[in-house]
């Protein structure tokens, strides 16, 4: 029969409903229950969408013997990291500082008090590749417990004491700007960077999005034609490998290989919200169509795939298929064929561009299985077949059109419809940057009415006359919720020039401050009235969604930007100058920090379009947006904008026309009404920004 997770808001958790072991969900019941039965709590924290979990799933926790040894030794907790990701950070801090690395399913034991004495990720049910079974492990860590209790509850003190001490960083006392960016991607090009590949550091790779968005808006300031190269050459070859889902569109979360073409085929809605603006904005800067090709394709996969009928987005789509990894996406060689041969194309071509083969390419898929790809460029094998771009591109269109309709004929994987405000609002602020690169205001329009449901839903105002952000239903929110929330509506606010956007952003970012500031600097995961645990995280890392502290960062720096205010800019500094050093010396763990520090590196630019919506204040704003300047916040504004905001306050059409105001920290030079004038005005700043970056040298020391 069910186990209590049967009731359970997550999908992930009611995966486990019909498993043996006696699971409960995090709270006080089942530490109560741990002390009063003497016995440790066996923590499992995964996802829906994680292949590794379920493969644990299936080995153990399906298993009446294992879950007979689990129940009768432990209280036994099962926890979704996405519902609860302050948990997730607290134990995956043990779980690294034991074992040296990460991962899920991760597998915590813990004292009845919540303190953590070993820990591990995945073990197989049988020793395997030197890891030790999971029943071993089971029996190990419950005859300590028993045997040498004294010893195991000292060693959890300890441990408990690090996760606490492990966010503690050190501010510098000078913010060395350009010492610091020019450090981090020193590191990055000479050391990370996979120049035959692309992207970063060996397999698995992961999509690093922010690490690209970083490097963009370095090769904007400075004109560093490697940050470009490294940036273009990942999201290149990430769009031609497996990773990309060729026939539907999202990226799955990580490539197991060097090459971008095995993945572990889970789509999370994060990597593509992150990925969205990173493709727009390189397909922008550099007017590579290749590049426009998967931007549009990781939109709609957005709008079509993961969007719910509220206009809001789904978290994340399985690995598995039927307990199968990547059923639903491989081909064989004559599945594909037989398709395109219906669709009236050759299959042989469309067999060699998509590099399907009779022997296949993923052997532990099974024999003939391929993950499909683009072996090379879509314009190389174009120009290598004798055929016009243009042509195939259309030839492809019908050919992939028939592929998708095949493939949703099979069975699909498993989807985990939480909705979660932190992801949804990243996809927001992708949609918006992606639809003003690419002129697409119908992503726009989306992400409007995806906003507008978070508020109606998500945020509230508490009996204390607090604003809060849930996260997701039946849990508060954490600062990523809040501060996500809140860039998305600087977005929408800067996009439509709608007040109403401005005033919501200042509004949760007063409630984040208010409730998760730390007074050495920087913001807690954790708002000071909630749950307490072991530790209140500080997340810090730009892991595979940016820090919520990075988040605030970017929040304050524009509401400072938008406002003149110093209440803004003070808190960002503080968190600046926190940041700095294990950014200079990590660089791949702080895109979105490095990404603030080149923008700040560039100096404040606020550009202020007023004008009635229609053509000539739309040229003014493509103007703007054109000229790729690093820093600059390009806002829209109607006539009647009133002075909700102060930026905009006196800022007016010039003699009935749209005009354009081109300022710094408030202070504006005389309006434009002429779109080359103002393309003209800020294609010399950022002339100016380069030449001065050329010039810098590093320290004697650092040389």
């Known amino acids: 029969m069910p186990n209590r997770l049967a009731a359970s808001t997550s999908p992930y958790l009611r995966q486990h409903a019909d498993n043996p072991v006696d699971w409960r969900e995090w709270g006080e019941e089942a530490f109560t229950e741990a002390r009063e039965r003497d016995v440790p709590i066996f923590l499992s924290v995964g996802y829906s969408a994680c292949h590794w979990c379920h493969v644990m799933a299936h080995e153990s926790f399906e298993d009446d013997a294992t879950a007979a040894e689990l129940n009768a030794r432990f209280v036994n907790v099962k926890v979704d990291r996405e519902e609860r990701p302050d948990v997730d950070a607290i134990y995956m801090k043990a779980v690294q500082g034991m074992t040296g690395r990460g991962g899920w399913p991760m597998s915590v034991f ?28 089971v029996r190990s860590v419950s005859d300590a417990w028993t045997q040498r209790r004294d010893e195991v509850i000292a060693s959890a003190a300890d441990i408990a004491a690090s996760i606490a001490q492990a966010d503690v960083l050190e501010a510098v006392d000078v913010l060395d700007v ?32 922010m690490t690209i968005a970083w490097l963009l808006t370095r090769s904007d300031r400075t004109g560093d034609d490697d940050a470009l190269a490294a940036a273009v050459q990942a999201l290149d070859h990430m769009a031609r490998g497996g990773i990309n889902d060729l026939i539907a569109g999202g990226f799955a979360r990580y490539s197991t290989d060097e090459r971008w073409l095995v993945p572990h085929f889970e789509k999370m809605l994060y990597d593509n919200a992150l990925l969205l603006p990173a493709y727009a904005a390189a397909a922008a800067r550099t007017g590579d169509r290749s590049l426009v090709t998967p931007t549009v394709e990781t939109a709609e996969a957005l709008l079509e795939t993961f969007a719910t009928p509220d206009g809001v987005f789904v978290a994340a789509f399985d690995a598995d298929t039927d307990g199968v ?28 561009f998509l590099g399907v083969t009779p022997g296949g390419n993923w052997h532990e898929g099974g024999e003939g299985v391929t993950v499909i790809h ?67 205001t119908d992503w726009i329009e989306a992400a409007v009415r995806a906003a507008e ?96 502290t990075s988040v605030m960062i970017e929040v304050c720096r524009r509401l400072h930007a938008l406002t003149g205010e110093a209440r803004w800019w003070d808190p960002a500094e503080r968190a600046l100058r926190l940041l700095a050093d294990p950014a200079r010396r990590m660089p791949t763990g702080f895109g979105a920090v490095l990404r603030q520090l080149e923008e700040l590196a560039a100096g404040s630019v606020e550009v202020v379009i007023v004008g009635t919506p229609g053509s000539d204040r739309d040229r003014l704003e493509r103007a703007a947006l054109d000229a790729h300047h690093p820093s600059a916040i390009v806002v829209v504004a109607a006539p009647d904008h009133g002075d909700a905001v102060p930026l905009l306050a006196h ?31 800020m294609a010399s700043d950022r002339t100016r920004l380069q030449r001065e970056a050329a010039s810098y040298t590093p320290h004697a020391d650092e040389a």
Request: net charge negative; glycine share 8%.
């Open 110 to 137: 813990l004292t009845p008090t919540a303190e953590p004495f070993f820990a591990g990720t995945y073990f197989p049910k049988g020793d395997r590749h030197g890891m030790p079974s999971f029943l071993k492990v």
């Open 178 to 209: 350009e010492g610091t960016t020019h450090d981090a991607a020193t590191l990055v090009l000479d050391r990370a960077w996979d120049r035959t590949h692309g992207g970063f550091g060996r397999a698995p790779k992961f999509p690093q999005a």
């Open 325 to 352: 990894e990547g059923l639903t996406h491989v081909w064989t060689d004559a599945e594909l064929r037989e398709v395109v041969v219906a669709a009236g194309h050759d299959p042989d071509r469309f067999a060699r």
């Open 374 to 440: 683009e072996p090379v460029p879509r314009g190389t094998f174009a120009a290598t077949e004798g055929l016009d771009l243009l042509e195939f591109a259309a030839a492809w269109r019908e050919v992939r059109a028939a592929l998708r309709a095949r493939r949703d004929l099979r069975p699909q994987p498993g989807v985990d419809d939480k909705v979660l405000t932190d992801w949804n609002a990243l996809a927001i602020v992708g949609l918006v940057r992606a639809g003003r690169a690419l002129g697409r």
């Open 453 to 548: 449901h978070l508020h109606a839903s998500a945020v509230t105002v508490a009996a204390d006359a607090t604003l809060r952000a849930r996260h997701t239903a039946g849990v508060d929110g954490f600062l990523e919720d809040h501060v996500n929330l809140a860039l998305a509506d600087v977005e929408l606010f800067c996009a439509t020039g709608d007040a109403r956007w401005f005033a919501r952003a200042v509004a949760l970012a007063e409630a984040a401050d208010a409730r998760f500031a730390d007074d050495d600097g920087g913001w807690f995961q954790t708002p000071v009235d909630g749950e307490r645990l072991i530790a209140r995280p500080k997340e810090t890392w730009d892991n595979a969604t940016p820090a919520g």
């Open 651 to 681: 800022r007016t059409e010039v003699d009935g026309r749209p005009a354009a105001y081109v300022c710094r920290a408030m202070v504006c030079e005389r309006p434009v009404t002429d779109p080359a004038e103002l393309s003209a005005l």
